[in-house]
Each structure stands twice: as structure tokens, then as C-alpha cells.
Nanobody
Framework: QVQLVESGGGLVQAGGSLRLSCAASGRTLSDVTMAWFGQAPGKDREFVAAITLSGGSTAYADSVKGRFTISRDNTKNTVYLQMNNLKPEDTAVYYC?????????????????WGRGTQVTVSS
């Protein structure tokens, strides 16, 4: 079992920044890939970014490349999502997810554990 707890969401103006955190606990995390997904109102949950905990490889959705950065602190079992130059269309509930594999995948079905989400609202 892997438990995931997100934090760091909030209300920010367009052009602002937020940093989301995801604290993971449970089984050994050295072979676990972590990811962030976003779900806007009335839309499907979509891939945002992912990182392997063993090798530090990353992947991003095209819509966030150059603005968002995913990183991890293995000593704290925590993954971060630094969100810069936020846009109103970034408004969503952001979920942390864990995949019991060293390989990055972007599909929701590929992730085994999920947090409860944190709300990010970007005003124009």
C-alpha cells in the first residue's frame, strides 16, 4: 500500500505561482513512479507531469512544458509540482498518483494509488 497526501493548492492570480507537494508513505518507494494529474470542472482527469523516483526521469503534458516542474526529495518521500506563469485554464483539482513501476506512463489506468486532490484556482 502507498498513501499519498497532497498539499499546497489555493487561489492565485494569472501569472502567479504555486508549489504543490505530495507526501508518500507505505511500501519502498525506490521503484515507484509518481505523477500529477489535473481535473478541471466538467472534464476528464488528465496527465500533467511524472517523475521516476529511482532515476529522476520526467515527462510533461505539452500544455505545461516550460511552466511546470516536477521534482522529488527522496529523503522526505515527497514529490513537488512547481507551477509558474499560471493561467485560468490551469484551474483544476490536482491529484498525486503512484505507479508501481520504474517506467513513466500517462494514462490514468496505469496508476495504482491516488491522493484525494488539492484545488488550484487561477483567476484572470
Amino acid at each position: 500500500q502507498v498513501q499519498l497526501v497532497e498539499s499546497g493548492g489555493g487561489l492565485v492570480q494569472a501569472g502567479g505561482s504555486l508549489r504543490l507537494s505530495c507526501a508518500a508513505s507505505g511500501r519502498t518507494l525506490s521503484d515507484v513512479t509518481m505523477a500529477w494529474f489535473g481535473q478541471a470542472p466538467g472534464k476528464d482527469r488528465e496527465f500533467v507531469a511524472a517523475i521516476t523516483l529511482s532515476g529522476g526521469s520526467t515527462a510533461y503534458a505539452d500544455s505545461v512544458k516550460g511552466r511546470f516542474t516536477i521534482s522529488r526529495d527522496n529523503t522526505k518521500n515527497t514529490v513537488y509540482l512547481q507551477m509558474n506563469n499560471l493561467k485560468p485554464e490551469d484551474t483544476a483539482v490536482y491529484y498525486c498518483a503512484a505507479r508501481l513501476s520504474r517506467n513513466i506512463r500517462v494514462g490514468i489506468v496505469n496508476y495504482d494509488y491516488w491522493g484525494r486532490g488539492t484545488q488550484v484556482t487561477v483567476s484572470s
